[in-house]
């Protein structure tokens, strides 16, 4: 009976844990997701936006992480030069930046993908 009680008790406390831990871990997720914007809306070089992105998410010491940021900034220069942009010369110079960008960081994928 006492082993039970203890067994109860044991995963009782168990639930408690594992709920605060996925709490904290939402949590976190929260202000990353916050910190991430207020990078992109605060960085006009890709430079800027790396360093502020270290600065709260730790050193870019992945390929993959490098990349994954490259693309997140392009995005929101894409998104920056669509909506501001209504002459048609500046739109498509706009787009053709845009996809310059991509492709370079497309290369340097495959690039890694090949030193691997």
Avoid at 34 to 60: D, P, V, W, Y
């Amino acid at each position: 009976m006492q082993s039970r009680q203890q067994y109860e008790n044991d995963f009782k406390n168990f639930k408690e844990d594992s709920q605060i831990s996925i709490d904290l871990i939402l949590k976190q997720q929260d202000l990353a997701e916050k910190q991430k914007e207020i990078c992109l809306r605060n960085s006009k070089t890709f430079e800027l936006f790396a360093t502020c992105m270290e600065r709260h998410e730790g050193k870019i010491d992945n390929f993959a992480k490098y990349l994954s940021i490259k693309m997140l900034f392009i995005e929101k220069q894409a998104l920056e030069c669509y909506k501001g942009n209504t002459n048609d010369r500046e739109y498509e110079r706009c787009h053709q930046r845009i996809e310059s960008q991509l492709h370079d960081v497309y290369n340097e994928y495959y690039q890694g993908l090949l030193n691997l």
